[in-house]
Nanobody, 127 residues
């Protein structure tokens, strides 16, 4: 298990920006994915974006493409999510997660592929 701590959530108006951070306190394998998920009460956890720890393709949900950017600082063991042009429908609790080894890019969005989760950080976008 790799403890994860998210930060950077908050309240913004429509069109605003936020940057989420997630620091991992342990070793991450290159074949792991790290991802961002979000959840609102009564709905399933939704994959937002993911990246291979070892570098390569980034993955995004259609709903955030062109607005959100996932990145990582390997030296700092930190994952980021830059969120621009925020909309009220982006309001949710956002979670950082680390996948099981040998993450498959085609299923990056499945929450059951992730074994370690942070505590979550709330993002609220008002109209």
């Amino acid at each position: 298990q790799v403890p994860l701590v998210e930060s950077g959530g908050g309240s913004v108006q429509t069109g605003g920006s936020l940057r989420l951070s997630c620091r991992a306190s342990g070793y991450l394998w290159k074949d792991n994915c790290m991802g961002w998920f979000r959840q609102v009460p009564g709905k399933e956890r939704e994959g937002v974006a993911a990246v291979y720890v070892g570098g390569g393709s980034n993955y995004y949900a259609d709903s955030v493409k062109g607005r959100f950017t996932i990145s990582q600082d390997v030296a700092k063991n930190t994952l980021y999510l830059q969120m621009n042009t925020l909309k009220p429908e982006d309001t949710a609790m956002y979670y950082c997660a680390v996948s099981f080894p040998f993450c498959a890019g085609g299923t990056w969005y499945r929450y059951d592929n992730y074994r370690t989760w942070g505590q979550g950080t709330q993002v609220t976008v008002s109209s």
